[in-house]
């Protein structure tokens, strides 16, 4: 790997070289990409810096009278391929180079599902648990109005992440409809439905990993019924994938959350679990299922894993344990790198995340499709569209994963850096 010679090559002078964090990662994996590229080889360096990065101060007045100051980030990775998509953070640790990251994660994850986007992420550095809601309501709306001059529907659209939700959207789309004069939903995906928020948008991320599962198994001649699931993290992601395999016959053995691990060999009911953390703060004490200790978690014999809680749950520590047949990660970069080597050398089908929990970003398009031509879709259209473009994604991943003898995960990111090269290639350069 030439990860050194290559960033010190194309590092902008605004990059500690020494720390690096996630953009270091998102170099290196680019390198393994690019012999992989062709002739489009020449355009790389694109990829390797973001196209424009805001960084902003956002002053508010506290409820106690005193004035705080925030850093905000808005950075656009790539647009060749249409505006910028991706969330915004609300997190004390946010800095630029994270920023820079996740946005060049989203520009990767949309492409390689074939979205009309290109890759945006922004963030607020600031503890949300610390401030009001009337607080944080002018912190928003003030980093939207710095930030206004580079977002709008056409030209980057941001959505919810961590420590965000459709109640921030809200207020963000507000803010841009008073500045433009003119009321705009399409500025930003993840709105209340009143809003020109989407049906079918808070189960998308699970539903996606659910039909990512079923075309990998398709791969490996395996059923889905029958079959036995082994699930970290029972929330949106987890709850909505855990309960579609239910629902298909699938025996969920076991299931992790914060609060600890439970396992029935004869599969847990998610009906019954669903309503029972509706009451509770977890999955601890649901009495139709036995608690075992957080690592056997791991060692449970699976045809399916689904981590769909943090990053960083795969490691050089557990991996050996894991005795299941497919991987589909419903978090964000679950398997460390030294992990998913281990597992591809015991022969566990990885299907990776920027593939695998794409959904919600599918259904995001969806809404900006839905608030472009103000005509909103039905449930089940929604659902039929997310399925039909969640396994077209797969497909063409898994093709050039065989093509090329190379996992899913380089696949996905050969398949993304291609779309996106080409079309900055035909684009041209400007002027
Ligand atoms: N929601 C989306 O649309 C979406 C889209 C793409 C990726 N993701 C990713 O999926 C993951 C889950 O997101 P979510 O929306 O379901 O979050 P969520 O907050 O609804 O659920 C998180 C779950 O993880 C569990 N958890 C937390 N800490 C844990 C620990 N130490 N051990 C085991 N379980 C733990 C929680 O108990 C909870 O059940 C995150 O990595 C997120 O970035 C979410």
């Known amino acids: 790997m030439t990860s050194e010679i290559t960033t010190s090559h194309s590092l902008p002078s605004y990059l500690n070289p020494n720390d690096l964090g996630a953009w270091g990662i998102y170099l290196q994996q680019i390198d393994r990409v690019t012999p992989y590229l062709g002739s489009l080889g020449r355009w790389v ?32 990775h790539n647009t060749s391929r249409g505006p910028g998509k991706g969330g915004v953070r609300f997190h004390q640790d946010v800095c630029l180079s994270e920023v820079m990251a996740l946005a060049a994660w989203m520009s990767i994850k ?10 945006a992420k922004g963030g607020i550095r600031i503890d949300a648990r610390k401030y009001s809601k009337k607080e944080l309501e002018r912190v928003t709306r ?19 992440d961590v420590n965000t939700n459709s109640q921030t959207m809200a207020w963000m789309m507000d803010t841009y409809s008073m500045n433009e004069g ?6 930003v995906t993840g709105k209340p439905i009143a809003l ?8 998308a991320t699970g539903r996606g990993v659910f039909v990512a599962a079923c075309e990998a ?66 999955i601890m004490g649901f009495p139709e299922a036995t608690a075992i200790s957080n690592e056997d978690f791991w ?3 699976t045809e399916f894993l689904i981590p769909a809680a943090l990053e960083n749950q795969i490691t050089i520590k557990n991996a050996d344990q894991i005795k299941t047949k497919i991987l589909v990660e419903g978090a964000n970069g679950p398997t460390t790198p030294e992990a998913d080597d281990i597992l591809t050398q015991k022969g566990v089908h990885i299907v990776p995340d920027v593939i695998s929990n794409a959904g919600g970003v ?26 039909r473009l969640m396994r077209d994604a797969y497909r063409s991943v898994s093709d050039v994963a065989k093509h090329h003898g190379v996992s899913l995960r380089t696949a996905a990111f050969i398949v993304a850096c291609t779309r996106i090269l080409e079309a900055r290639e035909v684009r041209g350069l400007y002027p």
Not at 45 to 73: C, M, Q, W
Not at 110 to 119: D, K
Not at 231 to 260: C, P, S, W
């Open 299 to 301: 060692a449970v014999a």
């Open 182 to 187: 003119a009321t705009s939903t399409g500025v």
């Open 196 to 203: 020109g928020g989407s049906l079918g948008r808070i189960e």
């Open 45 to 76: 360096e694109t990829l390797k810096r973001p196209k424009r990065s805001l960084i902003v101060d956002v002053p508010v007045e506290l409820d106690n009278g005193t004035i705080a100051h925030f850093e905000g980030y808005r950075v656009q």
């Open 217 to 282: 198994a398709k791969d490996l001649g395996l059923g889905v019924s029958g079959s036995r699931v082994a699930v970290q993290g029972f929330g949106n992601v987890g709850g909505t994938a855990a309960r579609l395999f239910h629902e298909t016959g699938a025996k969920v053995v076991v299931i992790q959350d914060h609060t600890g691990t439970i396992f029935n060999e004869n599969g847990i009911n998610i009906h019954d679990l669903l309503n029972y953390v509706e009451d509770h703060p977890g």
């Open 362 to 387: 599918t259904v995001s398009y969806f809404e900006w499709v839905q608030d472009f031509s103000s005509f909103f879709w039905s449930e089940e259209e929604i659902n039929q569209r997310l399925e």
């Open 110 to 119: 949309n492409a390689a599902v074939n979205l009309p986007f290109g890759g």
């Open 142 to 160: 003030r980093y939207t109005s710095e930030i206004g001059l580079i977002i709008g529907p056409t030209k980057d659209i941001p959505a919810p």
